[in-house]
């Protein structure tokens, strides 16, 4: 990266794709997603959190691949913490990012008046005062996803616990404060223990069924404040750990609890149902390219899954829809309008074929790539690939064909038209036009662009257990111009 960037910081980096951060100008802080190649980064969210200790509020979820959740300014005015944060979710990878749905009731069962887009939920994560749980997810409990947060237009302070059971589609109020949460045996124990932002404590909560409700346990006969709660790692057992200590002449207290008495039996293959991750925005139940089915244990029947536990999947590819692209290099959607289509962003140079005259014809581009990572094959593919299209003069830029629902352009040298025809009729020789007036109603006429009808995400499973009923890119050298932006029908618990 060019040394004119006050700083960047790479999250991650694999096989397929890097996730780097960068400051600009003012300030603020935007993810940029690479190619697979490394070389090309698309703007994926503009304004991400971060504070002056550089605490990012960017959490890639464990266990589901390619979902990301984040907060982002919403304001020009970052001084504002309460009032001018959202969170966003990310389903493939950082290509496309909307807000979190908020749970239709609270926790006493009163109708939550909240309807997104205006309202939706946020939540707290590393940059503020609540940030012990963080956003909370394991490799060995896929789906779920633990967090403190507000419901309304923005992020607020007082936030609840809050638990999404199908990977931050939905979610749901689950206790009242802040608590210090964790997983035990594969995600089939839940344990949550006063916070010490608000109190010291006795008592500690438990869940066996997915926090669906949950049950009083006295560890303690002298208040404690409780700063962790903590298991082995991997989550498998039923051992619990709290750590800390009394505000009168504190010293360092550790007490470990085992519950495996509160399971009746271990569990066996009638207690385990077929869960698939998916985004309700396509017809194919599939993300990115990929159709995951996962085996979960049935929350309304407690049962002890056991450090041996061996969960099961199944997996296939899927073919190709609009989902699986995002904006390519040179091209991006609107600031904080997610559902709009990738247009051309002309800030960035993109490189002539054509300008030397020798060849005739160049691969034109449609303005999407395939997600880094994304696995579909065939489908709508053909689609959205590079097209073969005629050169038309020495000095003129190769012409740049929309989808259809977008306002067309085309550019030529240093103009930019929404009139595609006359622009092409002013630059172009009667031959050339015929056969670029060709290209364009081949592409118009197949090419579909759903990006503009798409609604909030829902959830489906399938073989739901009963109680469910109830971008603008860049080279790194062009980066720093960029600124800115028991089976019963109840969940039991013994």
């Known amino acids: 990266l060019p040394p004119s960037l006050s700083s960047y ?21 935007n993810l940029y997603l690479s190619d ?34 984040a907060n982002q300014y919403t304001r020009e005015d970052t001084s504002d913490l309460a009032s001018s944060i959202r969170t966003v979710i990310s389903l493939d990878n950082g290509g496309f990012w909307e807000g979190l749905l908020p749970p239709d009731e609270d926790i006493n069962g009163d109708t939550i008046n909240c309807e997104p887009p205006n309202c939706s939920l946020h939540l707290h994560m590393d940059s503020t005062n609540y940030a012990r749980l963080g956003v909370y997810s394991t490799e060995s409990a ?33 206790l009242a404060g802040s608590w210090g949460v964790n997983l035990a045996d594969h995600g089939g124990l839940m344990v949550a223990a006063k916070d010490y932002h608000q109190e010291q404590s006795t008592v500690l909560k438990y869940s066996c069924n997915e926090g ?23 989550q498998h057992t039923t051992i619990m750990s709290l750590y800390g200590g009394s505000w009168d002449n504190f010293k360092w207290t550790v007490i470990t609890v085992d519950f495996a008495n509160i399971f009746p039996r271990q569990c066996d293959d009638q207690d385990y149902y077929d869960w698939r991750p998916w985004d309700e925005r396509t017809e ?18 407690c049962c002890l899954n056991g450090r041996d536990y061996d969960r099961e999947f199944d997996y296939h590819i899927c073919d190709c829809t609009s989902e699986d692209y995002e904006c390519d290099y040179g091209f991006a959607r609107p600031m904080y309008d997610y559902y709009a289509p990738c247009m051309r962003d002309h800030a960035i140079e993109l490189p002539n074929p054509c300008a030397d005259g020798k060849n005739k014809t160049y691969m034109a581009n449609t303005g999407y790539r395939k997600i880094a990572g994304d696995v579909c094959t065939g489908g709508e593919e053909i689609l959205f690939q590079r097209f073969e299209a005629p050169c038309c003069g020495d000095d003129t830029l190769p012409p740049f064909f929309p989808p259809p629902n977008q306002p067309g352009q085309t550019v030529s040298g240093k103009v930019a038209s929404k009139g595609p025809l006359a ?62 932006e028991e089976e019963d029908d109840k969940p039991l618990i013994p």
């Not at 910081?9 to 802080?29: K, P, S, T």
């Open 36 to 69: 697979e190649s490394g070389v090309y980064y698309s703007l994926s969210l503009r304004d991400l959190v971060i504070d002056s200790d550089y605490n990012i509020d960017l959490e890639l979820i464990e266990g589901l691949n390619g979902t990301l959740v």
């Open 284 to 301: 194919s139940q599939c993300l990115l390219g990929s159709s995951i089915t996962i085996e979960r244990r049935k929350p309304q029947i």
């Open 9 to 29: 910081l790479v999250i991650r980096i694999n096989d397929v794709q890097a996730l780097v951060i960068v400051e600009h100008a003012g300030g603020f802080y």
């Open 423 to 484: 622009a092409v009729g002013a630059l172009l020789g009667v031959a050339c036009l015929m056969a670029l007036v060709f290209l364009a109603m081949f592409i118009i006429v197949t090419l579909k662009y759903r990006a503009t009808t798409r609604n909030y995400i829902r959830v489906a499973t399938a073989e739901e257990p009963a109680l469910f009923g109830s971008s603008q890119q860049d080279t790194p050298e062009n980066l720093a111009s960029m600124a800115g």
């Open 212 to 234: 669906y409700s949950w049950r009083d346990f006295t560890f303690s006969s002298t208040d404690i404040t409780v700063y962790g709660v903590v298991t082995e790692p991997g």
């Open 142 to 174: 896929p789906g779920i996803i633990v967090a403190h947060g507000t419901i309304g237009i923005e992020l607020s302070t007082n936030p609840d616990l809050f638990i999404s059971r199908d990977g931050g589609v939905t979610w749901e109020q689950t």
